[in-house]
Structures are given as C-alpha cells and as structure tokens.
T-cell receptor, first 111, second 112 residues
Framework: QKEVEQDPGPLSVPEGAIVSLNCTYS??????FMWYRQYSRKGPELLMYTYSSGNKEDGRFTAQVDKSSKYISLFIRDSQPSDSATYLCAIVTSGTYKYIFGTGTRLKVLA | DGGITQSPKYLFRKEGQNVTLSCEQN?????MYWYRQDPGQGLRLIYY???????QKGDIAEGYSVSREKKESFPLTVTSAQKNPTAFYLCASSKVATYGYTFGSGTRLTVV
C-alpha cells in the first residue's frame, strides 16, 4: 500500500465550479499537510500548509484535514481556467524534512 | 527577487555520459533537495542536504551523486550508472526549522 494515494484524474470542470481534490494516507504519524500546484513543465508552488485537523482558508482555496479518517482535501471555489494544473498533496512527519508526495491530480477548468 | 535557479532547462545525455544539473538558491535556506518526477509516479527523493558539506541519500540515490560545498549550491550529477535517467528533475530548498519547499523550475533530461 502506498503511503499517500491520490486520484490522478484528469478532472474536467466548467468555469465557476467548486472543485474537490483529495488524498488519503496510511501512516497516522504524519502531522503536516501541504498542497502544491504545478503548471505544465514548471516546478510545484506551495498553495496551502496545515498541521491540524479542520479547515484552513486562503482566498478561493480551502484545505481540509481529517486525521481520524486519514483524509485530506483541497477545495477550489469559483474555479478559473488559470487553475488548470496538476495538484500535488504532500505529507511530512515532525522532525523530518522528507516529504511524501501524492502522484498528483490533473485539473482542467473549461472556459 | 529570491528564488531557486535550475539550469539548464533542457539537457540531452548520450549513453555512458555523466551530466551535471545545476541548482542555486538565494533564499538563505539551509536545506536543499533533489527530486525526480516521472509520469504517474509522483516526486521521488534522490538526495537531500541540511547543512553545508553534509548530505543524505533519498529513496532512489543509485546512479546519482551530489555535493554541497556552498550553502547556495547543490549540483546533481547523473552518472552513467543510472540506467533510466530520462525524467524531469526538480531542486527544492527550505529553512530547516520550517516546513514547505520552494521549488526550482526544473530540468528535463533526455537520453539520446
């Protein structure tokens, strides 16, 4: 079983839709959770970072962590064509800097 | 502006050849990392370094080598021992005491 599972997509949605991206993980020791956005042929950029269960909001983006279910989500409201990218979840344990990355979900927002 | 610079953007390697990928950062970050990205496999850690003159193997270090002689620089050499080097290589850095990587824009290596 992989430590982090992420649906690869692709996921196509119309402009303005609410997008839900998800990852599941197997190790309850994981404590820090991140979402990265990666445009084609570019390096990933950090979107959201959280270390507790619950929701964290930043503009149109909301990161949600459910540690009891080992499930993390990223919601994008009012999605735009510029949101079309691959979204990677990343998880790390306290005291280490080696992240475990999901395989990424490819999102396409249609104008 | 602070950031990470990877060069070259595209690199072609002949069979049996060693090639070196450059990574330079001016963020004053202590830790630096090299990842390999292949379609459908996510990012896999090759090597990482938390301080100058010290580095550790990641999950797929075979066929690769690194050095960390300066805080700003962490070059990666892909040796002829790496049998399947065609991939997208990403360098990243972070402050040791915080979380969240800053990534470079990547180098795409192709064997010809």
């Amino acid at each position: 079983q992989k430590e982090v599972e992420q649906d690869p997509g692709p996921l196509s949605v119309p402009e303005g839709a609410i997008v839900s991206l998800n990852c599941t993980y197997s190790n309850s020791a994981f404590q820090y959770f991140m979402w990265y956005r990666q445009y084609s042929r570019k390096g990933p950029e950090l979107l959201m970072y959280t270390y507790s269960s619950g929701n964290k909001e930043d503009g149109r983006f909301t990161a949600q962590v459910d540690k009891s279910s080992k499930y993390i989500s990223l919601f994008i409201r009012d999605s735009q064509p510029s949101d079309s990218a691959t979204y990677l979840c990343a998880i790390v344990t306290s005291g280490t800097y080696k992240y475990i990355f999901g395989t990424g979900t490819r999102l396409k927002v249609l104008a | 502006d602070g950031g990470i610079t990877q060069s070259p953007k595209y690199l072609f390697r002949k069979e049996g050849q060693n090639v070196t990928l450059s990574c330079e950062q001016n963020l004053n970050h202590d830790a630096m990392y090299w990842y390999r990205q292949d379609p459908g496999q996510g990012l896999r850690l090759i090597y990482y370094s938390q301080i100058v003159n010290d580095f550790q193997k990641g999950d797929i270090a075979e066929g690769y080598s690194v050095s960390r002689e300066k805080k700003e620089s962490f070059p990666l050499t892909v040796t002829s021992a790496q049998k399947n080097p065609t991939a997208f290589y990403l360098c990243a850095s972070s402050k040791v005491a915080t979380y969240g990587y800053t990534f470079g824009s990547g180098t795409r290596l192709t064997v010809v």
